[in-house]
């Protein structure tokens, strides 16, 4: 089965920009998908199609995805910006498409 | 705006089986592909299964397949997920979510999440 490969923990001070990874085989041949988690929340999607922004989230949250790496990446990172994220795929190369989720980065704003 | 309202927190015993709903407002149950995903105390998210808008048929992922079934009830718009023979592995908080309700195939992501539901499986 396809496997996501996430940092566990990024830190970064407010201002500076934080870059969330996710790694996994020619994942640049996929759409990637990230989602935002705060403690006792449920997730909130903050990118789709690997740089596409939903209603409401902020310009500060931008994809990309090349290669065999997505990246998430937050500018001016604000304390309110703390929580896990999540990159998502649909993998439909083997016998039991589905859903896959990284295992998660915990961003901790300094 | 699609809305998902879950249902309230459960204890199960180890062996026993567990019903969550999912209440959808803002659009018919019939327009949306539900999915539901699970999320153990302090661990990542876990696909368990749903519609595929492409096949029109609920698929399940390999680890939960046998066990669990997922249903809808469209005269009241409400999902349902059932997981049997519940162990304490099986502890987590559960959310139903929606495809968007053009979803690309192969592409296909969570747009709404309803507020989970926490079930407790303990002797």
């Known amino acids: 089965s396809y496997v996501l490969t996430q940092p566990p923990s990024v830190s970064v001070a407010p201002g500076k920009t934080a870059r969330i990874t996710c790694g996994g085989n020619?994942?640049?041949?996929?759409?990637v998908h990230w989602y935002q988690q705060k403690p006792g929340q449920a997730p909130v999607l903050v990118i789709y199609?690997?740089?596409d922004r939903p209603s409401g989230i902020p310009e500060r949250f931008s994809g990309s995805n090349s290669g065999n790496t997505a990246t998430l990446t937050i500018s001016r990172v604000e304390a309110g910006d703390e929580a896990d994220y999540y990159c998502?795929?649909?993998?439909?190369?083997?016998?039991?498409?589905?859903?896959?989720f990284g295992g998660g980065t915990k961003l901790t704003v300094l | 705006q699609v809305q998902l309202v879950q249902s309230g927190a459960e204890v199960k015993k180890p062996g026993a089986s567990v019903k969550v709903s999912c209440k959808v407002s803002?659009?018919?149950?019939?327009?949306?592909?539900m999915h539901w995903v699970r999320q153990a105390p302090g661990k990542g998210l876990e696909w368990m299964g749903g519609?595929?808008?492409?096949?029109?048929?609920?698929i399940y992922a390999q680890k939960f397949q046998g066990r669990v079934t997922m249903t809808e009830d469209t005269s009241t718009d409400t999902a349902y997920m059932e997981l049997s023979s519940l162990r304490s592995e099986d502890t987590a908080v559960y959310y139903c979510?929606?495809?968007?309700?053009?979803?690309?195939?192969?592409?296909?992501?969570?747009?709404?999440w309803g507020q989970g539901t926490l079930v407790t499986v303990s002797s």
């Open positions: 998502q795929v649909w993998d439909s190369s083997s016998d039991h498409p589905g859903v896959v």
């Open positions: 803002g659009y018919t149950l019939t327009e949306l592909s």
């Open positions: 199609y690997d740089s």
């Open positions: 020619n994942i640049g041949s996929k759409s």
């Open positions: 519609f595929d808008p492409e096949d029109g048929e609920t």
């Open positions: 979510a929606t495809l968007p309700l053009v979803a690309a195939a192969g592409t296909y992501y969570f747009d709404y």
